[in-house]
């Protein structure tokens, strides 16, 4: 047997065959997305509302008090309003809302708002910034030999890998075509690959890491794909047979399914290099396990492995590329991936025909209880319950056995067998059971479309990252899916519990992992997470404004602060705001701001625009002012200029200390047109 992947001509016949590839000319066109990934876009401002605290760069902490059209210089513009200590305000413009993060940090009582009567506050960044020099130092140093490894170079994609993704069954998003991009790019260079792939349950990380296998197989090497569970390994495993059976591509699982005899000849195998991708639990990082060519590891959700495990990985992910897959990272992995020291892709976007899930918080009520769940049995569907203490499990199986006697019930916890919590989870999967009531077990359980109901017991005992992934266990397919919160009397609840349910139950079930993660942070406080060296720094002036402080530290350290980096200042009188042509919402206002402000290229510039147009219908006059000022601001960035201002009829360019070749352009330019004229 062999594939046959280029058209050949077969003399013996006279006769030529040519594949769908070469007779089209067909290649897959990758439609890049522009997202900058950074903390300022993790708690975005036109999530905001009246009465949250935000920081501004310079002026430090206030209070959001909406936004208001104001003249100044000669113009008109929207500016977003900022109480500040004293209740003196500050109008930010929005060609300026770069500037403004949403506050996420140790809120309480001893956050003071900044005061615009003082320089206090850049005083404060400047101290935080020479105090974190020595972390940025650590930072670089960890970074600088990441890339002193030598690693392998991948080859680039053939038509077997074209066809592979040419054979998937779905429709891609944008966001995993990019993500998918990125993974392969950086297996094609000879540093190895760390990177951290964050999207949400059912958004297409699986593909992402089918294909990365496929292209490591294609060019003779090994991949382990590590995973929490038992289950999710043979869910995993059934997949990538399924798509890879075609390509003479060997998979295997190993798991307590498998009798010794079965784990002998695996181990066997692997070590000789008749199995090409292996996809298992912690057993995977176990003594006997040995491979002929190890390229590629895969680790789902890494932050559920124990710290033996985590100490095998390390050594394991020596040399060899890594690829880290999570719904929601924990903030110590997701502060290491913002800060650089490792590669993260977000794929955002949710795959087509995708619902929110509805979510409601309630009291423990039997008629609500019974009504929900018999609700999804007499569509054909299934539910978990989810119960957090194994103490009363037993006695909350009898209790709605009670109130649905006619229903089937199946109680899995953490203290049985792993064989036996296997064993039902398959019979649940066969639908020899209406109802899974566990505990969080099946947080990273099986992918299971028939489950569109869940409840959460006591869910004010859960974390926000434990409820996101619960819940979403639920809505896998295109049918309406519900969760239910059930907390005891608010009143009862601690101030973080509270804050937790409130959060956690007004956020969408789709895109909400990386805005949960953050969130965690600021209800949690940001010391408990990240360390006390840190934790004061980020008190004072927010987390994202940490980072950027941060990143400078690191830019100054490797004498790489480029001038282009700086935002020129433009003092030009022409309006520039969103009319009420638009009939948008104030929110929406700062999205449609935001996303024009955080263009950097003329290319991606054009194609925002075309954006406007397609939702709108049309660009207006003021918004059109909008884009020429971003348009004039990525020119000066490209030309290193500094500042233009119109004064008194005459336009003032000043370039940054070093710029003269940019400047005897202009000049040049300018006499060429004066003769002209």
């Given at each position: 047997?062999?594939?046959?992947?280029?058209?050949?001509?077969?003399?013996?016949?006279?006769?030529?065959?040519?594949?769908?590839?070469?007779?089209?000319?067909?290649?897959?066109?990758?439609?890049?997305?522009?997202?900058?990934?950074?903390?300022?876009?993790l708690?975005?401002?036109?999530?905001?509302?009246?009465?949250d605290?935000?920081?501004?760069?310079?002026?430090?902490?206030?209070?959001?008090?909406?936004?208001?059209k104001?003249?100044?210089?000669?113009?008109?513009?929207?500016?977003?309003?900022?109480?500040?200590?004293?209740?003196?305000?500050?109008?930010?413009?929005?060609?300026?809302?770069?500037?403004?993060?949403?506050?996420?940090?140790?809120?309480?009582?001893?956050?003071?708002?900044?005061?615009?009567?003082?320089?206090?506050?850049?005083?404060?960044?400047?101290?935080?910034?020479?105090?974190?020099?020595?972390?940025?130092?650590?930072?670089?140093?960890?970074?600088?030999?990441?890339?002193?490894?030598?690693?392998?170079?991948?080859?680039?994609d053939?038509?077997?890998?074209?066809?592979?993704?040419?054979?998937?069954?779905?429709?891609?998003?944008e966001?995993?075509?990019?993500?998918?991009?990125?993974?392969?790019?950086?297996?094609?260079?000879?540093?190895?690959?760390?990177?951290?792939?964050?999207?949400?349950?059912?958004?297409?990380?699986?593909?992402?890491?089918?294909?990365?296998?496929?292209?490591?197989?294609?060019?003779?090497?090994?991949?382990?794909?590590?995973?929490?569970?038992?289950?999710?390994?043979?869910?995993?495993?059934?997949?990538?047979?399924?798509?890879?059976?075609?390509?003479?591509?060997?998979v295997?699982?190993?798991?307590?399914?498998k009798?010794?005899?079965?784990?002998?000849?695996?181990?066997?195998?692997?070590?000789?290099?008749?199995?090409?991708?292996?996809?298992g639990?912690?057993?995977?990082?176990?003594?006997?396990?040995?491979?002929?060519?190890?390229?590629?590891?895969?680790?789902?959700?890494?932050?559920?492995?124990?710290?033996?495990?985590?100490?095998?990985?390390?050594?394991?992910?020596?040399?060899?590329?890594?690829?880290?897959?999570?719904?929601?990272?924990?903030?110590?992995?997701?502060?290491?991936?913002?800060?650089?020291?490792?590669?993260?892709?977000?794929?955002?976007?949710?795959?087509?025909?995708?619902?929110?899930?509805?979510?409601?918080?309630?009291?423990?009520?039997?008629?609500?209880?019974?009504?929900?769940?018999?609700?999804?049995?007499?569509?054909g569907?299934?539910?978990?319950?989810?119960?957090?203490?194994?103490?009363?499990?037993?006695?909350?199986?009898?209790?709605?056995?009670?109130?649905l006697?006619?229903?089937?019930?199946?109680?899995?916890?953490?203290?049985?067998?792993?064989?036996?919590?296997?064993?039902?989870?398959?019979?649940?999967?066969?639908?020899?059971?209406?109802?899974?009531?566990?505990?969080?077990?099946i947080?990273s359980?099986?992918?299971?479309?028939?489950?569109?109901?869940?409840?959460?017991?006591?869910?004010?005992?859960?974390?926000?990252?434990?409820?996101?992934?619960?819940?979403?266990?639920?809505?896998?397919?295109?049918?309406e899916?519900?969760?239910?919160?059930?907390?005891?009397?608010?009143?009862?609840?601690?101030?973080?519990?509270k804050k937790?349910?409130?959060?956690?139950?007004?956020?969408?079930?789709?895109?909400?992992?990386?805005?949960?993660?953050?969130?965690?942070?600021?209800?949690?406080?940001?010391?408990?997470?990240?360390?006390?060296?840190?934790h004061?720094?980020?008190?004072?002036?927010?987390?994202?404004?940490?980072?950027?402080?941060?990143?400078?530290?690191?830019?100054?350290?490797r004498?790489?602060?480029?001038?282009?980096?700086?935002?020129?200042?433009?003092?030009?009188?022409?309006?520039?705001?969103?009319?009420?042509?638009?009939n948008?919402?104030?929110?929406?206002?700062?999205?449609?701001?935001?996303?024009?402000?955080?263009?950097?290229?003329?290319?991606?510039?054009?194609?925002?625009?075309?954006?406007?147009?397609?939702?709108?219908?049309?660009?207006?006059?003021?918004?059109?002012?909008?884009?020429?000022?971003?348009?004039?601001?990525?020119?000066?960035?490209?030309?290193?200029?500094?500042k233009?201002?119109?004064?008194?009829g005459?336009?003032?360019?000043?370039?940054?200390?070093?710029?003269?070749?940019?400047?005897?352009?202009?000049?040049?330019?300018?006499?060429?047109?004066?003769?002209?004229d």
């Amino acid at each position: 047997d062999f594939n046959i992947f280029k058209g050949f001509i077969a003399h013996k016949f006279k006769e030529i065959y040519i594949n769908d590839f070469e007779l089209f000319n067909r290649e897959r066109g990758v439609r890049f997305s522009h997202l900058k990934l950074s903390p300022i876009y993790l708690e975005q401002l036109d999530q905001i509302e009246n009465g949250d605290i935000v920081v501004h760069q310079t002026y430090g902490i206030g209070i959001y008090a909406g936004i208001e059209k104001i003249e100044y210089n000669n113009r008109t513009t929207d500016c977003l309003k900022i109480i500040y200590a004293e209740n003196d305000k500050l109008f930010v413009p929005v060609e300026q809302i770069y500037l403004v993060d949403k506050y996420v940090g140790d809120k309480g009582e001893k956050l003071k708002l900044s005061s615009l009567r003082s320089n206090s506050f850049v005083k404060e960044k400047e101290r935080i910034k020479n105090s974190i020099k020595t972390i940025a130092g650590e930072l670089l140093r960890l970074y600088a030999e990441r890339n002193l490894v030598k690693g392998f170079a991948f080859k680039k994609d053939d038509m077997l890998q074209l066809e592979l993704e040419e054979n998937f069954e779905y429709e891609e998003t944008e966001d995993q075509l990019r993500v998918i991009e990125e993974v392969k790019r950086d297996m094609e260079k000879s540093v190895p690959m760390d990177r951290l792939v964050v999207g949400e349950v059912g958004y297409g990380k699986t593909e992402v890491a089918l294909r990365a296998s496929f292209k490591a197989v294609l060019s003779d090497k090994q991949v382990v794909f590590l995973v929490p569970t038992t289950i999710l390994a043979q869910q995993h495993y059934e997949t990538f047979i399924s798509r890879l059976k075609d390509f003479g591509v060997v998979v295997e699982v190993i798991s307590r399914f498998k009798n010794d005899y079965q784990k002998r000849k695996i181990k066997e195998d692997l070590k000789n290099g008749k199995i090409d991708i292996i996809i298992g639990t912690h057993t995977l990082l176990s003594k006997g396990i040995e491979f002929k060519d190890l390229g590629l590891l895969i680790v789902d959700e890494e932050h559920r492995f124990g710290v033996k495990q985590k100490e095998k990985l390390k050594i394991l992910k020596k040399n060899i590329d890594v690829l880290s897959l999570s719904a929601t990272p924990i903030p110590r992995t997701l502060e290491m991936s913002l800060m650089g020291v490792r590669d993260i892709s977000s794929i955002n976007t949710p795959p087509y025909g995708r619902k929110n899930i509805k979510t409601s918080v309630i009291k423990w009520d039997d008629n609500i209880i019974r009504y929900g769940i018999l609700k999804e049995i007499e569509r054909g569907g299934q539910v978990y319950f989810i119960n957090n203490r194994i103490e009363n499990i037993k006695s909350l199986e009898t209790h709605l056995l009670k109130i649905l006697p006619e229903i089937k019930i199946v109680t899995l916890h953490a203290k049985m067998s792993s064989k036996h919590i296997d064993t039902m989870m398959h019979r649940f999967k066969r639908k020899e059971f209406d109802l899974l009531l566990s505990t969080s077990i099946i947080e990273s359980g099986i992918d299971n479309p028939n489950v569109n109901t869940i409840f959460i017991n006591n869910a004010d005992k859960f974390g926000l990252a434990e409820l996101h992934q619960l819940r979403g266990r639920v809505g896998r397919s295109e049918r309406e899916a519900y969760c239910y919160l059930i907390i005891p009397s608010k009143d009862l609840l601690t101030d973080n519990a509270k804050k937790r349910i409130s959060v956690f139950s007004s956020y969408p079930s789709l895109g909400a992992g990386l805005s949960l993660a953050m969130k965690d942070i600021e209800i949690r406080g940001a010391g408990k997470i990240l360390g006390t060296e840190q934790h004061g720094y980020i008190g004072n002036v927010g987390y994202s404004l940490y980072f950027k402080l941060l990143n400078e530290a690191m830019e100054e350290i490797r004498g790489t602060k480029k001038t282009n980096l700086i935002e020129p200042t433009i003092n030009i009188p022409f309006d520039s705001y969103i009319s009420e042509n638009y009939n948008i919402t104030k929110s929406s206002k700062i999205k449609l701001y935001r996303s024009i402000n955080s263009v950097d290229t003329l290319e991606t510039l054009e194609k925002r625009k075309k954006e406007v147009l397609d939702i709108y219908g049309k660009v207006y006059y003021d918004v059109e002012n909008l884009f020429k000022f971003q348009e004039l601001k990525i020119l000066c960035k490209q030309s290193r200029i500094s500042k233009i201002e119109y004064i008194n009829g005459k336009l003032i360019i000043e370039f940054f200390a070093g710029n003269d070749e940019s400047v005897n352009i202009l000049i040049k330019k300018v006499l060429s047109k004066i003769e002209e004229d």
